[in-house]
């Protein structure tokens, strides 16, 4: 949500944020409402003054004995006025609440321009894509010819874009989210929490899913969603709290399941598992100091990046530009791990700083020692990582000619000492 009073001291810097992300200046329309609502606000606090006066010249003609009639019926009308301008002030602050609701973070100033992928900026490439002997398959065609991954039998039961693992696969995707997890909890510093996976209006609200984006999300008849995303509920953890400023920054991870209608992705990624609608991961989210946030995220992206350094998955990281980055974000990594299969790099994280944007609409906010007032809070949130795509990376990236599939060094403890993933 965006600071109504920061648009009316500069609604040029909004419209250009906005235009930054491809959209049409709102600050006039956004101002007319919050005018016509001041007025009606101002209209209603005249009116309550004037039957205050008016109370008071009753209360004298009636201790001199006269008849109070006359101003007694203008009383009664001043009541009726302000009765419409209260209504008609909350009638035009929920229009303005609507509208405010669904504009996007405003880039930060150094988020580089541009209209989509095409225009994101790589910043930096670790590890060496492996040179194989042999042409390297597609995830797919590696965990089919292995009878370990199913995806017909998952179309039987739920549809398209499900899959069922079997055997080795299935055990180096527990133990895929089993060393996440412990790498982040015990070196980097985050607070394991199991969330719920089925959460209110109110918490997707929060983190910006709605009401925008109601369609790329899976609503049951209890009115509860099912989780897009760990994001929701860690950072809703602390919605409508005021935290002391010195338990900042707070860190959690958990891993969860994510359910994702995909609505948008007709075409895109029909084989394998690189877009499903339900797949685990670990998410990382931070709340922290305003003053800290730029910091923050930088250590939250590098405690992503470690993962994939630990299994070694050569990667790259690159900026999102103005016009690519997700509604809630003020700036983005993205995370792409190479796939030899498709010879190409593949998002696999993105690990974003969203200002105190998630923060105004959750309630979310801090007070410093010695300080009269609050603040908002400045929230952060990546994934660390998407455990499906990292499997669907080892399998790529470790597949030998036999179609066997090597168990990285980091991984083997939690695979029983299991080195290779081959047919039984």
């Known amino acids: 949500m965006h600071d109504l009073k920061s648009i009316r001291d500069n609604p040029e810097a909004f419209d250009r944020g906005l235009a930054r992300r491809g959209l049409e200046p709102l600050s006039p329309k956004i101002l007319a409402i919050d005018t016509r609502r001041r007025a009606e606000m101002t209209r209603a606090q005249e009116l309550q003054a ?21 101003i007694m019926a203008k009383v009664a009308a001043s009541k009726d006025g302000q009765a419409l301008a209260e209504a008609g002030a909350a ?41 194989f ?8 065609e590696i965990g089919e010819a292995l009878g370990q991954m199913d995806f017909d039998r998952a179309a039987k039961i739920s549809g398209a874009r499900f899959v069922v ?34 959460v209110r209006d109110n918490a ?23 989780i897009p995303t760990a994001e929701v509920p860690l950072t809703n953890l602390v919605a409508e709290e005021i935290l002391d400023d010195d338990t900042l920054p707070r860190r959690f991870s958990a891993l969860t399941p994510c359910f994702r209608a995909e609505a ?27 003053d800290t946030s730029v910091e923050e995220h930088e250590r ?45 790099y593949r998002e696999i994280s993105s690990c974003s700083n969203c200002g105190d944007f998630q923060a105004r609409r959750m309630n979310a906010r801090f007070k410093a020692k010695g300080e009269k007032g609050t603040r908002f809070v400045h929230t952060l949130n990546g994934s660390a ?34 080195e290779t993933i081959a047919r039984a």
């Open 300 to 344: 939250m992206t590098a405690c992503a990046e470690e993962v994939l350094k630990r299994l070694g998955l050569p990667y790259r990281v690159v900026t999102l530009c103005s016009g690519d980055m997700g509604f809630s974000a003020r700036k983005t990594y993205d995370i792409e791990v190479w796939l030899p299969g498709q010879g190409r």
């Open 385 to 418: 990582l998407a455990v499906g795509r990292t499997l669907i990376a080892i399998l790529e990236n470790y597949q030998e000619s036999d179609g066997s599939v090597r168990v990285p060094n980091a991984l083997r403890s939690y695979m029983g000492g299991v």
């Open 165 to 198: 693992l079997f055997d080795g696969i299935a055990r180096l995707e527990r133990a895929l989210a089993a060393f996440m997890l412990d790498l982040h909890t015990r070196e980097h510093g985050y607070r394991e929490v199991l969330p719920p996976y089925l």
């Open 204 to 226: 997707l609200y929060g983190t910006g899913q709605l009401p925008k984006f109601a369609d790329d999300l899976f609503r049951t008849t209890s009115d509860h969603w099912l």
């Open 133 to 140: 002997a042999f042409k390297p398959k597609e995830h797919f």
């Open 91 to 131: 009638e035009l602050e929920r229009e303005l609440n609507v509208m405010l609701a669904t504009v996007p973070n405003l880039p930060a100033d150094d988020v580089p321009e541009g209209q989509d992928e095409t225009q994101n900026v790589e910043i930096r490439t670790w590890g060496t894509p492996r040179e």
């Open 264 to 290: 948008g992705a007709a075409g895109k990624d029909t084989r394998g598992m690189i877009r499903q609608h339900q797949f685990e991961k670990v998410e990382l989210v931070s709340i922290a100091h305003p």
């Open 50 to 70: 004037e039957r205050n006066r008016l109370s008071k010249e009753i209360g004298a003609i009636k201790a001199r004995g006269g008849d109070a009639a006359e």
